[in-house]
């Protein structure tokens, strides 16, 4: 039924036992049909190796691999070469989570912007998606992700056209704004660059009228829901650990923001996810 197309899984503050209990509570929602899929993004080599590892395990279970530019300081060639040779691995689905964070600067820009490029390089060479983290950085991001060719032609040739929303079909540059923050206007650029959305937890919060607003005005072909887990839990489990089990609130609030029925927003938002990685059940 739902998609959660953003969670950790691999996070590095769960135990071993928490994160076991985790799986076997995910396991059990996907026999009760309350879950179809989630995936395991990774955010070092680390957590990208333990992706791979929970994909394998896990039927429901996909994974991404990457460096986030948090973890850009720690970086080097022969990191790069493993993350390729973990991006081969039997679904391993995207390159990421990737790109730039000028909030918290754990790593220094330049870094972060060098190795933002060497992976946005990465998923064009290897002709897969890319998960795409921006924080505060909005249109230092874009322009990056247009001089690396990530919205060109070429790129944009290497997958199927995917519905416009208007009956029609449109470009698919496989390029996922992660918890989108930004503003509608953006949105739209993006969408028309061949961008996909993704909306999480915060879009069920009191005062982000601002991404009530994305939703209002990006057709839902365009929209992915996720959780970020264990970050951002939607409300009213705000301020708890969040779990994939958590999705359906963002995708209610999604299918409220539209008007739709939740099992009308689920559907499609999966429909959505399965395009943008690649699965085919």
């Known amino acids: 039924m739902l998609f959660d197309s953003h969670s950790h899984f691999n996070n590095e503050d769960m135990t071993s036992l928490e994160r076991q209990a985790l799986f076997t509570a995910v396991d059990n929602a996907v026999k009760e049909g309350k879950l179809s899929y989630a995936m395991d993004i990774g955010f070092d080599l680390a957590s990208s190796g333990m992706a791979a590892e929970h994909a394998a395990a896990w039927p429901w279970c996909y994974g991404a691999v990457g460096c986030h530019p948090h973890d850009a300081k720690d970086m080097d060639e022969m ?5 390729r040779g973990l991006a081969a691995k039997d679904k391993i689905v995207a ?4 790109g730039l964070d000028f909030h ?3 790593s220094e820009r330049d870094v972060q912007r060098e190795w933002f490029r060497k992976q946005i390089r990465l998923a064009n060479e290897l002709k897969m998606p890319m998960v795409i983290h921006s924080r505060e950085a909005d249109q230092e991001t874009m322009g ?3 001089e690396e060719g990530a919205f060109s032609e070429e790129r944009k040739s290497m997958f199927p056209l995917r519905p416009d929303g208007k009956g029609g079909e449109c470009p698919d540059a ?4 992660h918890c989108f923050s930004g503003s509608a206007e953006l949105g ?14 915060p879009v069920t919060y009191k005062n982000n009228r601002k991404t009530v607003q994305v939703v ?11 959780t970020d887990s264990p970050y951002l839990t939607p409300v009213p489990f705000r301020g708890k650990r969040n ?3 958590f999705v359906e609130l963002t995708a209610a609030k999604v299918a409220e923001i539209k008007g739709i029925t939740l099992e009308e927003a689920a559907e499609k938002t999966k429909e959505n996810a399965m395009r943008f990685y690649g699965i085919r059940e």
């Open 79 to 83: 990191k790069l070469a493993l993350i």
């Open 95 to 98: 390159i990421g989570e990737i």
């Open 104 to 106: 918290y600067d754990h």
């Open 144 to 146: 990056i992700l247009k």
């Open 174 to 177: 496989r390029v996922l704004l």
């Open 188 to 201: 739209k650029q993006y969408v028309k660059l061949g961008a996909t959305l993704s909306i999480a937890g």
């Open 216 to 226: 209002e005005e990006i057709p839902i072909e365009f929209l992915l829901v996720e």
């Open 243 to 245: 779990t994939p089990l």
